[in-house]
């Protein structure tokens, strides 16, 4: 069943089409990929998604509710959220005051406790940096705090957007270690990623996005495939 | 014997300033514009205040009437005039602040004319130690004063909706997607902005008792130089710099060489700190965002 659906989706940036009507869908437990160069419209489309960018035309359903151009701060509190491009975690406070803002539509404050041990235990870095005021963390320790804190809002559907971008390439098989790991303790994965290799490995389907439009798709496999794909997006 | 007066009524009169500069900085900090008529919720809480003390009401009652009011009117000027322009150019934000500004002091005028009317209630009289003769205003507002700061870095820092204020702050999108509803938080902003500028009203009242229709312009554009003397958006910022300009100003007055000067050495201190440090004594460098 479809958690997440997109039917024509089409983004404007004033007078510029970014997005021409995309389709696709993410199934329940699944993971799935966008893929595509810079400028593809892959970070659009996930803000657009989340309501963080208007959408001009098209739709988007959640878990079978209309969810097109709804705020944010809503869309979350359906169970869906986003670990945004460039990481963004809030400089001036502290590792643990970070993961509490992800926990900020929770009320339970046992069940943040608990939350909040599991994510340590996920990531020990973190835990030992607790008190430290995150603007000061590597830009490794960032992104796994950035996924932390969106793992905290307990997300049935939890989307990733260029979460390798910048890093070393032992933190990047880390990354998509514990993106597997969400995915097994039974969170749905939305990415999207230039490093197209790494995560078309771990995707069940993915989809290819060039000038805001679909051009290609399949399953993790079939693309890892694809004499296309190769050409363009693994190098070979 | 003198330079203690001077020195508690300096660090008195900076705390009215640094009170008004919270609103300034808390707003620039939470919504990124300036609202030039915070120093106008200043004037409509002293003429609230005129209103109801007129009418033989409690002071106490009179002051928490404006504050209501003042709170009300914040946030209803946010809903009607600054929230359409959400994402609208910085520059439509200023002149539509600098409107309602006019349109506040216009409506006093309106309703209560153009003249200087005087406040009754407020005066709590003096006492002495020694020689030494205190003003009761000047320590309830020095200590109202603390007690509020004190009470606001403790609200920011350890509430749940004061993390969230720190959130929106730095980053409305990521804010956003932890689950932050960013317009009821500049909303909150707004309120407490007005609460406090109504308080500051009060306090100012307390040390001269004639309110007028412009009653807010001064202290309004000396507690916003104050906001960007410590660094605008900075919390801590405009309390120093508020105390710093409230014991200047208190000092340079008590010289009769130099007390007509006073507001010029104020703002002058402001283009020097400008020039030196553009960010203000705490101010953080921000990064453009690509």
């Known amino acids: 069943m479809a958690l997440l659906e997109v039917k024509n989706l089409e983004v404007y940036y004033g007078v510029i089409q970014a997005i021409k009507g995309i389709s696709f869908e993410v199934n329940k437990g699944e993971i799935v990929t966008l893929i595509g160069a810079n400028g593809a419209g892959k970070t659009t489309t996930m803000q657009s998604i989340m309501g963080l960018i208007h959408a001009r035309a098209g739709e988007v359903i959640y878990d079978g509710q209309p969810i097109t151009n709804m705020p944010a701060h809503k869309i979350v509190r359906l169970g869906m959220t986003q670990v945004p491009e460039g990481r963004r975690i809030f400089s001036e406070l502290t590792v643990y005051e970070n993961l509490l803002m992800g926990a900020y539509t929770k009320k339970d404050k046992a069940q943040i406790s608990e939350d909040l041990d599991e994510i340590y235990k996920i990531f020990p870095r973190l835990l030992e940096r607790k008190n430290q005021v995150a603007g000061t963390l590597s830009g490794g320790e960032q992104q796994m705090l950035a996924m932390g804190r969106a793992m905290m809002s307990k997300p049935d559907l939890l989307m990733l957007d260029e979460p390798s971008m910048g890093l070393s390439p032992l933190l990047v098989d880390q990354v998509f270690e514990i993106i597997k790991h969400f995915h097994e303790k039974g969170t749905t994965i939305l990415l999207v990623e230039q490093n197209a290799n790494k995560s078309l490995a771990i995707s069940d389907r993915a989809y290819v996005l060039e000038n805001g439009k679909i051009v290609l798709s399949g399953t993790g496999e079939e693309l890892l495939a694809s004499e296309d794909i190769k050409k363009a997006y693994l190098g070979g | ?290």
Do not use: W
Not at chain 2, 81 to 103: D, E, F, N, Q
Not at chain 2, 174 to 189: E, F, K, R, S, Y
Not at chain 2, 257 to 276: G, M, N, R, S
């Open chain 2, 1 to 290: 014997m003198n330079f203690i007066t001077n020195l508690i009524g300096g660090l008195s009169l900076g705390g009215i300033y640094a009170m008004i500069a919270l609103g300034y900085t808390m707003v620039y900090g939470i919504a990124k514009m300036l609202n030039f008529a915070h120093g106008d919720i200043i004037m409509v809480g002293g003429y609230t205040i005129l209103v109801f003390t007129a009418q033989s009401v409690h002071p106490l009652i009179a002051i928490a009437l404006a504050i209501i009011f003042c709170v009300g009117l914040g946030v209803v000027v946010e809903r009607v005039a600054y929230k359409p322009l959400r994402g609208a150019s910085p520059l439509a934000v200023l002149i539509t602040a600098i409107g309602v500004s006019y349109l506040l002091q216009s409506l006093a005028q309106m309703f209560f004319g153009s003249g200087t009317k005087m406040v009754t209630g407020l005066d709590l009289g003096s006492f002495n130690i020694g020689s030494l003769k205190i003003s009761v205003s000047t320590i309830v507002t020095l200590v109202s004063c603390i007690a509020v700061m004190v009470a606001l870095n403790l609200f920011v820092k350890y509430t749940k909706t004061g993390r969230a204020m720190i959130a929106v702050s730095e980053d409305k999108g990521a804010a956003q997607l932890m689950g932050i509803n960013v317009n009821l938080i500049i909303m909150i902003t707004f309120a407490i902005g007005s609460a406090l500028a109504a308080l500051a009203g009060t306090f100012y009242l307390m040390r001269s008792p004639s309110i007028y229709s412009t009653f807010g312009s001064l202290p309004g554009i000396k507690a916003f130089s104050a906001a960007v003397i410590g660094g605008i958006g900075s919390i801590p910022g405009a309390m120093l710099g508020g105390i710093l300009l409230g014991v200047v100003e208190v000092f340079a007055n008590s010289v009769s060489a130099i007390a007509p000067y006073t507001d010029a050495i104020e703002f002058a201190i402001l283009i020097i700190i400008l020039l030196v440090k553009p960010t203000g004594f705490l101010g953080k460098k921000r990064r453009e965002k690509v």
